[in-house]
Nanobody, 115 residues
Framework: QVQLVESGGGLVQPGGSLRLSCLAS????????MGWHRQVPGKQRELVAA???????QYAAALKDRFTISGINAGNTVYLQMTNLNEQDTAVYYC?????????WGQGTQVSVSS
């Protein structure tokens, strides 16, 4: 089993930045991909960004200019740097990990963008 714990969420004004962190523990040796998803009430959970063990990354097309994912090769922590946030970024952000698919999920951290 793998446990994922997110941190770094909170309230930020439009145009601000936040960095989310996800610490993985447990049987992490087999993890090949880690990522971030987000969900707002009434909508499907969507992929924000993912990073493979070889360092390759994937982003939601609408977010790639403002969000940066890093980590996994540096150890058992993955980060999501978010810049120029707007109200549409308000959501619960979930850390996820797996071998070839999303096998494990964190509890989520709330990100709220409001003036």
């Amino acid at each position: 089993q793998v446990q994922l714990v997110e941190s770094g969420g909170g309230l930020v004004q439009p145009g601000g930045s936040l960095r989310l962190s996800c610490l993985a523990s447990g049987s992490i040796a087999g993890i090949n991909v880690m990522g971030w998803h987000r969900q707002v009430p009434g909508k499907q959970r969507e992929l924000v960004a993912a990073v493979q063990k070889d360092g390759s990354t994937q982003y939601a097309a609408a977010l790639k200019d403002r969000f940066t994912i890093s980590g996994i090769n540096a150890g058992n922590t993955v980060y999501l740097q978010m810049t120029n946030l707007n109200e549409q970024d308000t959501a619960v952000y979930y850390c996820s990990a797996g071998t070839s698919k999303w096998d494990y999920w964190g509890q989520g951290t709330q990100v709220s963008v409001s003036s």
